[in-house]
T-cell receptor, first 118, second 114 residues
Framework: EPEVTQTPSHQVTQMGQEVILRCVPI?????FYWYRQILGQKVEFLVS????????KSEIFDDQFSVERPDGSNFTLKIRSTKLEDSAMYFC????????????????FGEGSRLTVL | KQEVTQIPAALSVPEGENLVLNCSFT??????LQWFRQDPGKGLTSLLL?????REQTSGRLNASLDKSSGRSTLYIAASQPGDSATYLC?????????????FGSGTQLTVLP
């Protein structure tokens, strides 16, 4: 069964360092998302991406964050200068759209990348 | 802004009991509603998806219902087992043009005692 894969599963970094989290969405999907979950808190929406551009972003997704689909298969989240409060589990998701697939709008999530900022 | 609330926050039941988890949302203009399971420190496993035009979905011992007009969904778990112990998350999808956003509740932490 097709699945969303994320790397790395866990990354430890020093405050102020740049981090890139990588995701390979399901191959025929066209919508891509990043969510995050701080330990013990709700899963929060960061950004959605469609047709090679951001379609929506939350107030969390400030100038320190960026997303890219560099090669038609990977979808990356970059945090330019990490802060302690960026420590969280980051989830990538993808969903399908349109003909010939039924557009259920179901999001399929990866296993997450745990980011620890020291 | 869509708000999703889940009650109770935590639930502990003996094995074999039937149970109901509740989810409510403030904006009824949803595209669909998904129930997820999350084990500690792990990812999100999709359990059931209900389209906005549907009333319920079933998968094995799980049954989810949706009352869009009242902004409520329930997840019914029959004959609970210790392996069902996890956090159950409800999430609603709003779709507007090319923008799609899934809003999550805080979850119900379920413990099934052997």
């Amino acid at each position: 069964e097709p699945e969303v894969t994320q790397t790395p599963s866990h990354q430890v970094t020093q405050m102020g360092q740049e981090v890139i989290l990588r995701c390979v969405p399901i191959s025929n999907h066209l919508y891509f998302y990043w969510y995050r979950q701080i330990l013990g808190q709700k899963v929060e929406f960061l950004v959605s991406f469609y047709n090679n551009e951001i379609s929506e972003k939350s107030e969390i997704f400030d100038d320190q964050f960026s997303v890219e689909r560099p090669d038609g298969s990977n979808f990356t989240l970059k945090i330019r200068s990490t802060k302690l409060e960026d420590s969280a589990m980051y989830f990538c998701a993808s969903s399908a759209i349109g003909t010939p697939y039924p557009n259920t709008g179901e999001l399929f999530f990866g296993e997450g990348s745990r980011l620890t900022v020291l | 802004k869509q708000e999703v609330t889940q009650i109770p926050a935590a639930l502990s039941v003996p094995e074999g009991e039937n149970l109901v988890l509740n989810c409510s949302f403030t904006d009824s203009a949803i595209y669909n509603l998904q129930w997820f399971r999350q084990d500690p420190g792990k990812g999100l496993t999709s359990l059931l998806l209900i389209q906005s035009s549907q009333r319920e979905q079933t998968s094995g011992r799980l049954n989810a219902s949706l009352d869009k007009s009242s902004g409520r969904s329930t997840l019914y778990i029959a004959a609970s087992q210790p392996g069902d112990s996890a956090t159950y998350l409800c999430a609603v999808l709003i779709s507007s043009g090319s923008a799609r956003q899934l809003t999550f509740g805080s979850g119900t932490q379920l413990t099934v005692l052997p």
